[in-house]
């Protein structure tokens, strides 16, 4: 008996103990949704540790993240669960799987799929919790959120989603505009991705320069395609222009049949190759590049 009892001794010896414990008291519970164009956050303050919150980017699904504003947890892993609450008997807990903690005030974010059945949880009376140990074995927490008003302010956050951009920056940054029928003109697919370009510059004026890179296939002869590219990427610049954007703010090269995406060789890999590649820039405004650079210059690699 005494052996079986050292030995769980032993193990219980091993187990990390919940040294932290953070949770908003009912009574203080509450859900902020904040946003613009540009980002939905659905948070919730969490006493003493900072607060969990649900963010949405233009261009992608939501993801759940932790901020750090009181204490901060030791890099390590955690476990993220969907809990069953106290009043819901015979329901288990939902593991949701691992999430990697780094240090900062952001100590993780999760995936978009576990974000979605956090959400879903939370619609069903679940608590989102969060079980870190860190990796120096300094101790263990546990971060919960309670789904007290959820499905209000989950609401008033799915509403602000809808006012959105199609794109976030990273996503609309690099577009290529193709002329696949061989000609200068733009089509309506280009257009439209112009236009999805042009409603991010609007929204955020702080992107104020606009690369442009003409390119052709191998068809005709060097100066013919050289022409081609110039014409396909002043036929970009002229919508950007009708749009609203100055021209100072664009730069226009043309590479001819110099860099080509894929080998020319076959019909399908020529339309490719008539292009124009985009890059929208940060740029400070006494550093802005010329309006037109010199044919053939440097490639993009946009």
Request: charged share 20%; net charge positive; proline share 6%.
């Amino acid at each position: 008996m005494r052996q079986r009892y050292l030995a769980l001794l032993s193990v219980f010896a091993s187990l990390p103990a919940v040294a932290l414990t953070f949770q908003t008291r009912l009574e203080n519970i509450e859900w902020k949704v904040e946003g613009d164009q540009f980002e939905c956050r659905l948070s919730q303050p969490i006493t003493d540790f900072g607060a969990g919150e649900f963010v949405r980017r233009a261009g992608e699904q939501a993801i759940f993240r932790l901020k750090a504003t009181g204490y901060a947890p030791g890099a390590g892993s955690a476990t993220l669960l969907a809990a069953a609450a106290p009043w819901q008997p015979g329901r288990g807990d939902l593991n949701l799987g691992s999430v990697k903690v780094s240090n900062g005030q952001i100590p993780f974010n999760t995936s978009q799929a576990q974000a979605g059945r956090l959400i879903s949880g939370l619609m069903d009376g679940r608590s989102p919790v969060i079980r870190h140990v860190a990796r120096d074995g300094s101790g263990a927490m546990e971060i919960r959120l309670l789904p007290v008003k959820f499905n209000k302010a989950f609401g008033d956050f799915q509403l602000c989603t809808t006012k959105l951009l199609p794109m976030n920056y990273e996503q609309v940054k690099q577009a290529e505009i193709g002329f696949p029928g061989g000609g200068i003109d733009l089509d309506a697919a280009g257009k439209a991705k112009l236009d999805v370009a042009l409603a991010y510059m609007k929204a955020d004026p702080t992107v104020n320069h606009v690369e442009l890179d003409g390119h052709s296939d191998n068809s005709g002869n060097r100066l013919t395609n050289r022409d081609l590219s110039r014409r396909r990427a002043l036929a970009v610049m002229d919508y950007l222009k009708s749009k609203g954007i100055p021209e100072e703010q664009i730069t226009l090269r043309f590479h001819g049949e110099s860099y080509p995406l894929v080998p020319n060789t076959n019909n399908a890999n020529r339309a490719r190759n008539r292009r124009v590649n985009i890059h929208l820039e940060r740029v400070a405004p006494n550093n802005n590049p010329a309006p037109v650079a010199a044919a053939g210059s440097a490639a993009s690699t946009s």
